[in-house]
């Protein structure tokens, strides 16, 4: 996702290299490189205006400090801007009542029914018991689509595949939920191909009735600057608290996830990146910033990782980017926790310099075996402090692992960079403002 417009960023960034000083002149180039940019990733436009408008405010009042260059100052600004942008701080889904209540609203093929799924195997794994329901009252594959899921994840689906009232199988099923010690009660409503009066109408019924405490708004993100107008409309009617962006995974231009909440003033509260049951995230607007802007997500990572990582690690592999002290075992570690979690591409990008460094290549299950072998052929001490690795060094290396020195290398250049990005991260974060997050 986003991998267009980390390259056109970056290329804007780029107008400012080896300049000492940030001038209006150069200003204006650059944030008129990212308006397109943004404008391109399918943003709105006014929103696009907006933003950069307030970057090129941002960047004329500043002075740039020593320890970075003008490059770098624009990096932050614009990482700053969209955090902002993106609804500043990470919001929670919320969960309150006896039983809790959560209303599913979107169009047919967003993948509502999807998310019902993941979003019930989230809110079970923090130990509490969930109701899925069926309540698309027109389509009966609806109904199975649900029981497989709910199979899947090991949770009860209520239906009422005789009665087409959704009010009633929704009250039904939250006194079915208090009857069963459910605590929490998700609703997957029917969707329409496009907005028609009658689903709404009959979406905001059933929300008058059963007064969820959390009303979420499924939309596909490929769907572009559609997903920000048929967010409107479902806000306009349903006024819902939260946004659940899908298909982040897939071609998406990513422009919805930078609009939609300037648009429709409600945070995004999931983003769901794939068909797997643990292909769910929260959204962070720091975190997806920095994916953005190619620096890489490592604290997701680690999260996604839980099964293997703990938050010790998390921690360790933190203190380590700190001090600069990231090294092959670090790397071979992390490597080790993405072959187990699929959907590589996506994953990879998260590490700071490698989504941009592996943009266009396609990455198998093997993609990391030679990158595995040269690692592990190395002494401990060599993987510890890598510019130990010389000419004659590296040559070892290659034998050792059935590599070539060329690959060797390549894998040398690709670390260097990512303790480039990583050092670059933390001199900007001991600047003052935002970026402190980051660390
Ligand atoms: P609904 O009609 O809104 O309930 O949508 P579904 O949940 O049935 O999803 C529509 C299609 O999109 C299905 O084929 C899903 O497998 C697929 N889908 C749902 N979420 C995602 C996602 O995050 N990524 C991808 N690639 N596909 C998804």
Sequence with gaps: MFDNLSTKLDRAFKTLKGQGSITEINVAATVKEIRRALVDADVNYKVAKEVTDKIKDEAMGRDVLISVSPGQLMTKIVYD?????????????????????????????????????????????????VLLVACDVYRPAAIDQLKVLGEQVGVEVYSEPENKNPVQISQNAIEFARK?????????????LAVDEQMMAEIEQVKRAINPSETLFVVD??????????????????????????????DSR????????????????????????????????????????????????????????????????????????????????????????GNLKDLVGMIPGMGKALKDVE?????????????????????????????????????????????????MKQFEDMRKVMRTMNKMSQTKGGMQQMA
């Design 363 to 411: 990455i198998d299950d093997d993609a990391f075996k030679p990158i595995e072998a040269i690692i592990k052929s190395m002494t401990p001490k060599e993987r510890a402090q890598p510019e130990l690795l010389n000419g004659s060094r590296r040559r070892r290396l290659a034998k050792g692992s059935g590599t070539d020195i060329q690959q060797v290398n390549n894998l």
């Design 180 to 192: 069963n010690n459910k605590k929490v009660v998700i609703i997957d409503t029917a969707g329409r």
């Design 221 to 250: 993100s490929m769907t572009g600057q559609d997903a920000v107008n048929t967010a409107k409309t479902f806000n306009d009617r349903l006024n819902f608290d939260g946004v659940v962006l899908t298909k982040l995974d897939g």
């Design 81 to 129: 801007e969209l955090t902002q942008l993106m609804g500043g701080e990470k919001q929670d889904i919320v969960i309150k009542g006896e039983p809790a209540v959560v209303l599913l609203s979107g169009l047919q093929g967003s993948g509502k029914t999807t998310f019902a799924g993941k979003l019930a195997s989230h809110i079970k794994k923090q130990g509490r018991n």
């Design 254 to 341: 990513g422009g919805a996830a930078l609009s939609i909440r300037a648009v429709v003033e409600k945070p995004i509260k999931f983003i769901s990146t794939g068909e797997k049951m643990e292909a769910l995230d929260l959204f962070y607007p720091d975190r997806m910033a920095q994916r953005i802007l190619g620096m890489g997500d490592v604290i997701s990572l680690v999260e996604r990782a839980q099964q293997q990582f703990d938050e010790e690690e998390a921690k360790r592999i933190n203190q380590k980017i700190r001090k600069n002290q990231f090294n092959f075992d670090d790397f071979l570690s992390q490597l080790e926790q993405i072959k187990k979690m």
